[in-house]
């Protein structure tokens, strides 16, 4: 067992659900000896642009948005999601996170470490090296100077580039964790979440890093039952170890919001120095929390869920629950709220222009043409 932590059957489910969702392709996979991602539609070595999976878009502005996916897949949309054009990486593996700083320059990360980098709005793309780091690059994040990047991944993967993401340093935790998900509100002040409750702080620019320990509200078991029923059956006490984690997001310096696994929401309002653990309305596995210009929070996660922070509370969108049955693993507006993407698998990718009030599907067709000699 890693780090000593006893057996659970908390943590049991939730790796048996892990390893489901990384069978259906929307969880990278976290080791060597795990099974990898599905490539998505893999056919004859060629992407097929409206069967592949995606797993994470960076919308810059209203007119230029990236996903990326299974299989290489680079989609770039434009025109407020009205133009998509396929924008192929030079591998055929998964891609997991992207990150543009304005409409031409960016980089993509995805399997075993394999960072790419355009600065010609991905006409053409150069392999960059990962200070030698292997492990699957999950997550990007910038600092307030856009220059300054952030990359995380399994095994305490961490990477720091001062220059665009031109050359990365190797920064890892040297420790068996996967790191999710990171997000900096400054230059020198970042976070980053991952498996075993991990909520991890920097305010020296990542020269040194302290874990949040400081967890309250959660519920004593995963399951709503008395201590006695508890007792048995043997379902155990749920501690902060047993919470895995997937992303972050500070809408302020002070107030952040992160999600996992149980439909989980950690919230804190004092620069994590104390966090409150809710769920967010339901019960599945929420990947991705993001602000939207509107002082609100959207959460997405498995099984079409997309949930939003109003006034305090938390709620459904039932429509999408009601038409997208699979996960959906990446969100991102426009500064201006004029678009929103969301995107997961079975090419479902998600369009809002009201500020994520409201949510359209990009017709599988127009996804299809993005591929050089298919028309819709």
Avoid at 225 to 247: C, K
Wanted: charged letters at 20%; aromatic letters at 8%.
């Amino acid at each position: 067992m890693r780090r000593g932590v006893r057996p659970m059957r908390f943590r049991e489910t939730a790796l048996c659900l892990l390893a489901a969702l990384c069978a259906a392709g929307c969880v990278p996979s976290h080791s060597a000896d795990e099974a990898a991602v599905g490539s998505g539609a893999a056919i004859e070595g060629g992407i097929l642009p409206d069967q592949e999976d995606y797993y994470a878009v960076d919308v810059v502005d209203a007119d230029h948005a990236w996903i990326v996916g299974s299989y290489g897949a680079v989609v770039a949309l434009g025109a407020q999601g009205g133009t998509a054009e396929l924008r192929s990486a030079p591998i055929h593996e998964p891609l997991f996170c992207v990150s543009f700083r304005g409409p031409s320059t960016g980089v993509i990360g995805g399997r075993g470490g394999r960072i790419f980098r355009t600065t010609d709005a991905g006409q053409s793309w150069s392999s960059v090296a990962a200070a030698g780091v292997t492990e699957n690059v999950l997550d990007f994040a910038r600092s307030r100077d856009p220059h300054r990047l952030w990359a995380v991944g399994p095994r305490g993967t961490m990477l720091r580039s001062l220059d665009d993401g031109a050359t990365w340093q190797d920064r890892s935790l040297g420790k068996d964790i996967t790191l999710n998900g990171v997000t900096f509100v400054d230059d020198q002040e970042g976070w980053v979440v991952g498996e075993f409750g991990t909520i991890l702080h920097t305010v020296d620019g990542g020269e040194t890093w302290q874990r949040s320990e400081a967890i309250t509200g959660l519920p004593p078991y995963v399951e709503d039952v008395s201590a006695e029923v508890a007792l048995r059956v043997g379902i155990p006490p749920l501690t902060q170890d047993d919470l895995y984690l997937f992303d972050v997001a500070f809408v302020t310096p002070e107030t952040g919001y992160v999600v996992g696994a149980g439909g989980f929401v950690l919230s804190t309002v004092d620069r994590g120095l104390h966090w409150t653990a809710t769920r967010a309305g339901t019960r599945n596995t929420l990947f991705r929390v993001v602000p939207t210009p509107t002082d609100g929070l959207i959460a997405t996660g498995v099984l079409g869920t997309v949930v939003h922070r109003r006034a305090e509370a938390w709620a459904a969108d039932e429509d999408i629950s009601h038409r997208i049955f699979t996960w959906i693993r990446g969100i991102g507006f426009s500064a201006d709220g004029a678009l929103g993407v969301a995107v997961g698998g079975k090419a479902t990718v998600l369009l809002s222009r009201d500020q994520g009030a409201s949510w359209e599907r990009l017709p599988r067709e127009r996804i299809a043409a993005t591929l050089p000699g298919r028309s819709s």
